[in-house]
């Protein structure tokens, strides 16, 4: 709501005191009329001027002021309709006024006047200061000195007051309006304002909502990492695990594989010790150099057999080995020679040139290892597993086709499912698959199954040259 | 007169083992070798004075025990020995249980222990 309302608004509110000031005494200046400017009650707003010694001499009496008093409320009164001039209902000078309105409503009276119209008659003015009982001479040497004009020039000059009051009058309501304009403006700012301030306040509290949030995503981020790495980790060991498992699986065969080059040594060691116990050298000659053949023979497939069981075993995470992958896949065959050699073929059908990718020498090992074994278990008792190797543009392709007893198309779907395995207790973790997958998947590559039960399994195994 | 050698037939699908083997008993033995079982099982045929077999397990077609279980259905006074790589396995530990077999070898090879039991 507007403070600003009618019946309070005073007169120095809407206009510069100063200012009228100045104009007052340059009207009486320019005129020689007295003049003031009062409230509507008759106090004054600005300073008299003009104001002549006559009018002090008479208000120095006790009725001379009395008159002077009623003369003043009585042309206050009679404003309302207007500017109007009258005979001083004490002195007999001439006084006049005009309103300062705004919205029709007096905030001030502009009274102007002492002013002996030169059609009055001295007598009366000196009956007068008989009556109130003034000293005549002083009263009469004043009235001299008193501005004198003809009455028709004093109305003149009211007429130009009334302007100069409407004027003020226009003034004033114009400031009222800024005023009440600016009220309203520092209104609607403060509310403005307020509504700011509430609204800042809101984001305050939600900001700090926000940032417990985040305080809490953060820690769960944190957490989430931590369990993500130990995941990660977890999935390494289990990929460990799983070759240690492999090579639990091949020990019996490995072993065997070691245990016969070993007696190829065994057996040399005998003959060369019983032939140096009799100095028989030149006699043995030629045996001696069969003895030396069967110890490198025997070193040879040994070394072969271990070196393939370390690059299946070698625990690495690195991803940029040069994987060569007829050596792996001959390494694997090293291993599993033991299994196939009297009941399966291996029927090679390699690229000419050498397949060289970049990857994780040991993990491909575990895939084409898992691979082969899942095909020398599928075939009871004679069989043929064919590996073919295909070089294209930016990928390589590598086939592992057997004649055993395939996999039905119930099992198929889950033969990449961990723990999933269809083999006797001691045979496979049913892990194999799963960490095969898990490991092309992480050469970018593909791994597919195709099989017909009675007929045997295919499996494709696509990899890119780079990674 | 030296006492005329006493004849093996020994089995194994390597050269190499079968060489190693005529090197270190010849001297006191007659060694025959085969490859695999039915080599074996001809060898025994052309040799009836051959009183000692010795056989691998992991050979072709026919495994060490499958062997002798055919030769000794024919020959059931000869003596029958495993040499394999394996460690001892269901199959061989049921074959000493029967007596199918004298007694189980492991390679690599331990000559005097062979010779001691041959000697016996």
């Not at chain 1, 200061?129 to 004198?148: F, H, P, Q, S």
């Not at chain 1, 070394?303 to 060569?324: P, Y």
Request: proline share 2%; hydrophobic share 35%.
């Amino acid at each position: 709501m507007l403070n600003t309302s009618l019946s309070n608004i005073e007169f120095t509110d809407l206009l510069d005191l100063k200012t009228i000031q100045k104009f007052q005494d340059t009207f009486s200046d320019a005129t020689g009329i007295a003049s003031v400017i009062t409230k509507v009650d008759g106090t004054p707003i600005t300073k008299p001027t003009n104001f002549c010694t006559f009018c002090s001499l008479i208000r120095q009496t006790e009725k001379g002021l009395e008159n002077c008093s009623k003369s003043a409320t009585a042309i206050g009164k009679q404003l309302k309709g207007g500017p109007m001039f009258h005979k001083c209902l004490s002195g007999g000078l001439w006084d006049a006024g005009a309103n300062i309105s705004v919205k029709g409503q007096n905030i001030a009276i502009w009274l102007i006047g002492q002013v002996y119209a030169e059609e009055t008659d001295e007598n009366e003015i000196l009956e007068y200061a008989r009556d109130i009982g003034a000293d005549e001479n002083e009263l009469m040497e004043e009235l001299k000195k008193v501005t004198r004009m003809p009455l028709k020039q004093f109305e003149k000059i009211l007429n130009l007051l009334h302007i100069f009051a409407n004027e003020l009058s226009n003034k004033a309501y114009q400031n009222l309006q800024l005023k009440i304009h600016k009220e309203h403006l520092e209104i609607l700012v403060n509310e403005k304002t307020q509504k700011i301030e509430a609204t800042i306040q809101e984001l305050k509290i939600a900001n700090e909502q926000l940032k417990d949030k985040n305080n809490i995503i953060n820690q769960r981020n944190i957490s989430l990492n931590t369990a993500l790495q130990q995941l990660k980790e977890a999935q390494a060991q289990i990929i460990q695990s799983e070759k240690l498992v492999s090579l639990g699986i091949l020990t019996e065969g490995v072993a065997h594989e070691i245990n016969n080059p070993l007696n190829f040594i065994m057996g040399a060691y005998y003959g060369l010790e019983k032939i140096h116990s009799q100095k028989s050298y030149e006699q043995n000659s030629e045996k001696l150099s069969v003895l030396i053949d069967a110890l490198k023979t025997g070193v040879d497939r040994i070394t072969t057999i271990v070196s393939g069981l370390n690059e299946f075993s070698h625990d690495s995470t690195s991803h940029n080995e040069k994987c060569d992958l007829h050596a792996i896949i001959d390494n694997c065959l090293a291993m599993l020679y033991n299994q196939t050699k009297h009941r399966i073929s291996i029927n090679k059908n390699y690229e000419e040139n050498n397949l060289i990718i970049n990857g994780n020498s040991s993990n491909l090992h575990q895939v084409f290892l898992n691979i082969l074994l899942n095909s020398i278990q599928a075939i009871p008792k004679k069989g043929e597993i064919t590996i073919k190797t295909i070089s294209q543009d930016s990928n390589v392709e590598i086939l592992f086709a057997d004649d055993g007893e395939g996999i039905s198309s119930e099992n198929l779907k889950k033969i990449t499912d961990p723990f999933f395995t269809t083999k006797e207790p001691g045979k496979g973790t049913g892990l194999g698959l799963s960490i095969s997958y898990k490991i092309i998947k992480e050469h970018n590559g593909i791994l597919l199954f195709y099989s017909e039960l009675g007929k045997g399994t295919l499996v494709t195994i696509k990899l890119p040259k780079m990674n | 007169m030296m006492k005329e050698k006493s004849k093996i037939i020994y089995v194994d699908d390597e050269d190499i083992n079968l060489l190693m083997f005529e090197f270190n008993f010849s001297d006191h033995h007659e060694v025959i070798t085969g490859h695999n079982g039915a080599e074996g099982l001809e060898l025994l045929h052309k040799n009836p004075d051959a009183d000692i077999i010795i056989s691998d397990m992991n050979m072709p077609n026919m495994t060490g025990i499958e062997f002798i279980r055919r030769a000794k259905a024919k020959y059931p006074d000869k003596s029958f020995f495993i040499l394999t790589g394996y460690e001892i396995t269901e199959e061989i530990r049921e074959a000493l249980d029967s007596g199918l077999i004298h007694k189980y070898f492991k390679k690599p090879f331990n000559v005097k222990e062979i010779k001691a039991e041959l000697n016996k």
